[in-house]
């Protein structure tokens, strides 16, 4: 579980990164590193997400699902079952 734990928490990560870059760049739409930023992180973001549902099934009810198994995100622990550290 810690790996999972671990993918879970990058993942957070990341999407806290590409909303506040994206906050930022409401009100400063010209700066150019925000936006290579925003853009470098929603890359990594969206990676993240696929390596994490490729393992252990979609995050969201329209996330990525292995065609051999429609219904894995059954399976798993629900959000409020995982323990976090």
Same mark, same amino acid.
């Given at each position: 579980?810690?790996?999972?734990? $671990?993918?879970?928490?990058?993942?957070?990560?990341?999407?806290?990164?590409?909303?506040?870059?994206?906050?930022?760049? /409401? @009100?400063?739409?010209?700066?150019?590193?925000?936006?290579? /930023?925003? !853009? @470098? $992180?929603?890359?990594?973001? $969206?990676?993240? $997400?696929?390596? !994490?549902?490729?393992? !252990?099934?979609?995050? @969201?009810? @329209?996330?990525?699902?292995?065609?051999?198994?429609?219904?894995?995100?059954?399976?798993?622990?629900?959000?409020?079952?995982?323990? !976090?550290?």
């Amino acid at each position: 579980m810690n790996e999972r734990l $671990v993918m879970l928490r990058e993942i957070q990560e990341l999407e806290f990164t590409a909303i506040e870059l994206n906050l930022f760049l /409401d @009100t400063h739409p010209q700066e150019r590193a925000a936006l290579r /930023d925003f !853009y @470098t $992180v929603r890359n990594k973001l $969206v990676e993240a $997400v696929r390596r !994490y549902e490729e393992i !252990y099934g979609p995050l @969201t009810a @329209t996330g990525c699902s292995p065609k051999t198994n429609q219904w894995l995100w059954i399976e798993g622990p629900w959000p409020w079952e995982i323990e !976090y550290e």
